[in-house]
């Protein structure tokens, strides 16, 4: 590569040559592939970098890159044509338009800026006739380049091919190469960016290297661990019972292969630390780069990393979410703290990521370069799954297909831990439904702790009454108001509004009764639970009124919990807030009742709301003190046996379809499908404690929208529906903030009269319904 060829400059005239951008990009490129544990794959990283850039030799960028024209000149798709005639091609009649390796170093060169393609955006820009005219113009001054990739052929070529085609082919009769391209995309795209950003911004480099390089190894954390755990009490049954789980953690994690496992434990057994304890031991056994916990809600996220925080240190933590805060320091020490976690966070360099399934699910999904830089950080790591009983039902088999590839081709250790797990490597088609489209994990999920009977029975502290009693609204206001404190989990935000007023009704004191809906903005609702936790702590006595965001995770501890009639493993979830410490001289009790009077359930509720009835009117029992795993698993098959589809978007059609034999695959279109929180007609800001200030500093033009700015403004944001904003606006409490007058931005703000301290978002009809997400 003539050193003449010039990839960047900077200011004060300062020049990155093609040469040594590439050489840069190589070794990044090869470096992540072997910390994938696929180092036969780093020659072909070292090819993807030394082709990436190849359009800028063309004349025309040269030209603008120095100034001395205006017109721009796309490179990409240039590059990715010029790659493909320099390799190979199959002889005619060959099934494959080009080999592995040509489609492969297409999609991903094509696509380093503007994200990867669909199959026929692709054919279509690299048959543009533009971009045959660039390509012919910067092979004039390649031909060095062209003799190494000659040669490249010939020492790699051929076993590459086919390691390619053997480790995309690793599950029987599925094709995974879509995510041997994603990262081998990932891999480039971060190589990319972080070789340019280390000439372009020296300043940027220095405060990465300096978030990274002081990290203790995995061995250290560990140990962090143990010595954390050593002033635990052993002491007494539970606590034995406890130590007997953690024990069974460490020794399978020393020991287990690859695989799928599952962690079932009782509430109160502590499966936050023994999970962690086993993903270091297993991390350390087979030389894994980092441990992901994927976590359903925020909530629980900040409970989870604000644990590890304290065991291993702030510094070994990233939480990467939409809400996460940076508040309770000084001003500049907030800004370091966002600074930091915003680099991390575009490529996970971290020991532990704490996450959501969102951001999880939907980088390996997305077509978009800034989403696929952490890709690779996936590869050879522990990733540990709580609450996966939350996964969504209409994305189930694109998401287990996916795992399928993380576990194939990833060599991702994976680890799921629900108290109420689904058979996801069961076979759920069925010759009565019209759509057989479930996918069931290529491998058995295999238990680190096998259930015994003797240690799980000290935990039985809850007494399940699942018969259910039918109520209006006013009656089961009446029957919570006979309780100093209780939990009432309802189905929708309507339903929650209208018991919370009831109970009001009845006489109960305001500052007594607590309502959590996402009618509240996140900001509230976690000062709300800290309300609730300290009450109890105080044994004040409390009546919590929420929606389903409070079963997955959120550690609070009711003596009595009443359950809408929903899912079993809802239930189940709702009585983890029951007697939760087992403290209590009798057992908790979960009542599950219909409301008469309450909201339609929505799809997927009524769905396990049919399940769990035809369970209950197949079983003698009725009343349990812990629910067997055996009628969870018959709960399962009869609720996915409802199931319409598991891939509502046909997203196997874009990734995994017998078409995509060929590599040919529609990475955009797949993107845009998934979607686990469906588009929501409307986001609105809410004046509630900071936000009223941020709202009003953005309104005068005091402050500016940055990145930093909308971070913190994401705390105090409600998504609402199409019928609620028509609500909100005919009431004349919206309004359209603009908060950049340059670009015309503008944010929707809600009213201070809209938003209530104890409800939230409140529109002038109160039995509005909506269908409960989260």
Same mark, same amino acid.
């Given at each position: 590569?003539?050193?003449?060829?010039?990839?960047?400059?900077?200011?004060?005239?300062?020049?990155?040559?093609?040469?040594?951008?590439?050489?840069?990009?190589?070794?990044?490129?090869?470096?992540?592939?072997?910390?994938?544990?696929?180092?036969?794959?780093?020659?072909?990283?070292?090819?993807?970098?030394?082709?990436?850039?190849?359009?800028?030799?063309?004349?025309?960028?040269? +030209?603008?890159?120095?100034?001395?024209?205006?017109?721009?000149?796309?490179?990409?798709?240039?590059?990715?044509?010029?790659?493909?005639?320099?390799?190979?091609?199959?002889?005619?009649?060959?099934?494959?338009?080009?080999?592995?390796?040509?489609?492969?170093?297409?999609?991903?060169?094509?696509?380093?800026?503007?994200?990867?393609?669909?199959?026929?955006?692709?054919?279509?820009?690299?048959?543009?006739?533009?971009?045959?005219?660039?390509?012919?113009?910067?092979?004039?001054?390649?031909?060095?380049?062209?003799?190494?990739?000659?040669?490249?052929?010939?020492?790699?070529?051929?076993?590459?091919?086919?390691?390619?085609?053997?480790?995309?082919?690793?599950?029987?009769?599925?094709?995974?190469?879509?995510?041997?391209?994603?990262?081998?995309?990932?891999?480039?795209?971060?190589?990319?960016?972080?070789?340019?950003?280390?000439?372009?911004?020296?300043?940027?480099?220095?405060?990465?290297?300096?978030?990274?390089?002081?990290?203790?190894?995995?061995?250290?954390?560990?140990?962090?661990?143990?010595?954390?755990?050593?002033?635990?009490?052993?002491?007494?049954?539970?606590?034995?019972?406890?130590?007997?789980?953690?024990?069974?953690?460490?020794?399978?994690? +020393?020991?287990?292969?690859?695989?799928?496992?599952?962690?079932?434990?009782?509430?109160?057994?502590?499966?936050?630390?023994?999970?962690?304890?086993?993903?270091?031991?297993?991390?350390?056994?087979?030389?894994?780069?980092?441990?992901?916990?994927?976590?359903?809600?925020?909530?629980?996220?900040?409970?989870?990393?604000?644990?590890?925080?304290?065991?291993?240190?702030?510094?070994?933590?990233?939480?990467?979410?939409?809400?996460?805060?940076?508040?309770?320091?000084?001003?500049?020490?907030?800004?370091?703290?966002?600074?930091?976690?915003?680099?991390?966070?575009?490529?996970?360099?971290?020991?532990?990521?704490?996450?959501?399934?969102?951001?999880?699910?939907?980088?390996?999904?997305?077509?978009?370069?800034?989403?696929?830089?952490?890709?690779?950080?996936?590869?050879?790591?522990?990733?540990?799954?709580?609450?996966?009983?939350?996964?969504?039902?209409?994305?189930?088999?694109?998401?287990?297909?996916?795992?399928?590839?993380?576990?194939?081709?990833?060599?991702?250790?994976?680890?799921?831990?629900?108290?109420?797990?689904?058979?996801?490597?069961?076979?759920?088609?069925?010759?009565?439904?019209?759509?057989?489209?479930?996918?069931?994990?290529?491998?058995?999920?295999?238990?680190?702790?096998?259930?015994?009977?003797?240690?799980?029975?000290?935990?039985?502290?809850?007494?399940?009454?699942?018969?259910?009693?039918?109520?209006?609204?006013?009656?089961?206001?009446?029957?919570?108001?006979?309780?100093?404190?209780?939990?009432?989990?309802?189905?929708?935000?309507?339903?929650?509004?209208?018991?919370?007023?009831?109970?009001?009704?009845?006489?109960?004191?305001?500052?007594?009764?607590?309502?959590?809906?996402?009618?509240?903005?996140?900001?509230?609702?976690?000062?709300?639970?800290?309300?609730?936790?300290?009450?109890?702590?105080?044994?004040?006595?409390?009546?919590?009124?929420?929606?389903?965001?409070?079963?997955?995770?959120?550690?609070?501890?009711?003596?009595?919990?009443?359950?809408?009639?929903?899912?079993?493993?809802?239930?189940?979830?709702?009585?983890?807030?029951?007697?939760?410490?087992?403290?209590?001289?009798?057992?908790?009790?979960?009542?599950?009742?219909?409301?008469?009077?309450?909201?339609?359930?929505?799809?997927?509720?009524?769905?396990?709301?049919?399940?769990?009835?035809?369970?209950?009117?197949?079983?003698?029992?009725?009343?349990?003190?812990?629910?067997?795993?055996?009628?969870?698993?018959?709960?399962?098959? +009869?609720?996915?046996?409802?199931?319409?589809?598991?891939?509502?978007?046909?997203?196997?059609?874009?990734?995994?379809?017998?078409?995509?034999?060929?590599?040919?695959?529609?990475?955009?279109?797949?993107?845009?499908?998934?979607?686990?929180?469906?588009?929501?007609?409307?986001?609105?800001?809410?004046?509630?404690?900071?936000?009223?200030?941020?709202?009003?500093?953005?309104?005068?033009?005091?402050?500016?929208?940055?990145?930093?700015?909308?971070?913190?403004?994401?705390?105090?944001?409600?998504?609402?529906?199409?019928?609620?904003?028509?609500?909100?606006?005919?009431?004349?409490?919206?309004?359209?903030?603009?908060?950049?007058?340059?670009?015309?931005?503008?944010?929707?703000?809600?009213?201070?009269?809209?938003?209530?301290?104890?409800?939230?978002?409140?529109?002038?009809?109160?039995?509005?319904?909506?269908?409960?997400?989260?």
């Amino acid at each position: 590569m003539p050193d003449s060829i010039i990839a960047h400059t900077r200011e004060g005239g300062s020049i990155q040559s093609l040469s040594e951008h590439i050489e840069g990009v190589a070794q990044h490129c090869a470096q992540f592939l072997e910390q994938a544990g696929l180092p036969e794959l780093a020659p072909l990283g070292r090819l993807l970098a030394q082709l990436h850039d190849a359009g800028k030799a063309q004349p025309a960028f040269q +030209r603008y890159i120095l100034g001395e024209s205006t017109a721009k000149a796309p490179h990409s798709a240039a590059g990715a044509l010029l790659a493909t005639k320099l390799l190979p091609s199959h002889p005619k009649g060959h099934p494959l338009k080009r080999t592995r390796i040509a489609q492969l170093l297409a999609y991903a060169i094509s696509g380093h800026h503007r994200g990867l393609y669909d199959y026929g955006g692709l054919e279509g820009k690299l048959e543009d006739r533009e971009t045959k005219d660039r390509c012919k113009k910067a092979e004039e001054d390649l031909s060095e380049l062209m003799t190494e990739v000659q040669n490249w052929v010939k020492e790699h070529g051929t076993k590459t091919e086919a390691y390619l085609g053997k480790l995309a082919s690793r599950v029987e009769e599925e094709e995974q190469a879509q995510a041997l391209i994603r990262l081998l995309f990932s891999c480039l795209v971060d190589a990319d960016f972080l070789d340019t950003e280390a000439f372009m911004d020296e300043e940027r480099k220095e405060r990465r290297q300096e978030a990274t390089n002081g990290y203790a190894s995995l061995e250290v954390l560990r140990d962090r661990l143990t010595k954390h755990m050593e002033g635990f009490s052993k002491e007494g049954a539970i606590n034995e019972a406890r130590s007997a789980f953690l024990n069974r953690c460490r020794s399978h994690g +020393r020991t287990c292969p690859k695989g799928y496992y599952s962690l079932f434990l009782p509430t109160g057994g502590g499966k936050t630390l023994s999970s962690m304890a086993w993903a270091l031991e297993t991390a350390l056994k087979h030389d894994a780069q980092r441990i992901i916990y994927v976590i359903p809600y925020t909530s629980i996220i900040t409970q989870t990393a604000g644990i590890f925080r304290e065991i291993f240190g702030e510094e070994h933590i990233l939480e990467h979410h939409s809400d996460i805060s940076f508040a309770g320091g000084e001003a500049t020490q907030e800004a370091e703290r966002y600074e930091r976690t915003r680099l991390l966070a575009e490529n996970w360099d971290a020991p532990i990521i704490v996450t959501t399934n969102v951001q999880f699910f939907e980088s390996l999904f997305s077509h978009k370069v800034s989403r696929n830089r952490k890709v690779h950080s996936i590869a050879n790591s522990v990733v540990v799954f709580d609450e996966v009983q939350m996964f969504p039902t209409e994305f189930l088999s694109p998401m287990l297909r996916l795992l399928d590839d993380l576990k194939h081709i990833y060599g991702t250790q994976l680890l799921f831990c629900s108290a109420t797990l689904p058979p996801f490597d069961k076979d759920h088609s069925s010759p009565f439904k019209k759509v057989n489209d479930y996918h069931q994990l290529s491998d058995a999920i295999q238990p680190i702790v096998p259930e015994d009977p003797k240690l799980f029975k000290v935990f039985d502290r809850v007494i399940y009454h699942l018969e259910e009693k039918t109520y209006a609204t006013e009656e089961l206001a009446q029957a919570l108001g006979q309780h100093a404190s209780a939990l009432c989990v309802v189905n929708s935000r309507r339903d929650a509004s209208q018991l919370y007023r009831a109970l009001l009704e009845t006489g109960k004191e305001a500052q007594d009764v607590i309502h959590l809906s996402r009618n509240m903005c996140s900001a509230h609702l976690k000062e709300r639970i800290a309300e609730i936790r300290q009450r109890l702590k105080e044994d004040i006595p409390t009546i919590v009124i929420s929606t389903q965001l409070i079963e997955a995770g959120v550690d609070i501890d009711l003596p009595i919990v009443y359950r809408a009639m929903s899912g079993l493993d809802s239930i189940v979830q709702a009585g983890g807030r029951c007697n939760r410490e087992g403290k209590r001289p009798v057992p908790g009790e979960v009542y599950v009742f219909f409301l008469s009077d309450g909201g339609k359930a929505a799809k997927a509720i009524a769905q396990g709301q049919d399940a769990t009835r035809y369970l209950l009117d197949n079983t003698e029992a009725q009343t349990y003190t812990s629910i067997p795993l055996e009628l969870i698993e018959a709960y399962y098959r +009869r609720y996915y046996s409802s199931v319409g589809s598991f891939d509502e978007q046909n997203i196997k059609k874009d990734l995994y379809s017998e078409e995509c034999d060929d590599w040919e695959f529609d990475f955009e279109k797949a993107s845009v499908k998934f979607k686990l929180i469906e588009d929501i007609d409307c986001d609105l800001f809410v004046p509630y404690a900071r936000g009223k200030d941020l709202i009003e500093e953005l309104q005068r033009q005091a402050l500016r929208l940055d990145r930093q700015t909308m971070r913190e403004l994401q705390q105090y944001h409600v998504s609402i529906s199409k019928e609620r904003y028509k609500e909100l606006q005919a009431a004349r409490l919206l309004s359209e903030v603009v908060v950049n007058r340059d670009t015309k931005q503008m944010i929707l703000v809600l009213a201070p009269q809209g938003y209530d301290e104890a409800l939230g978002v409140c529109t002038t009809n109160p039995l509005l319904d909506e269908p409960l997400f989260g």
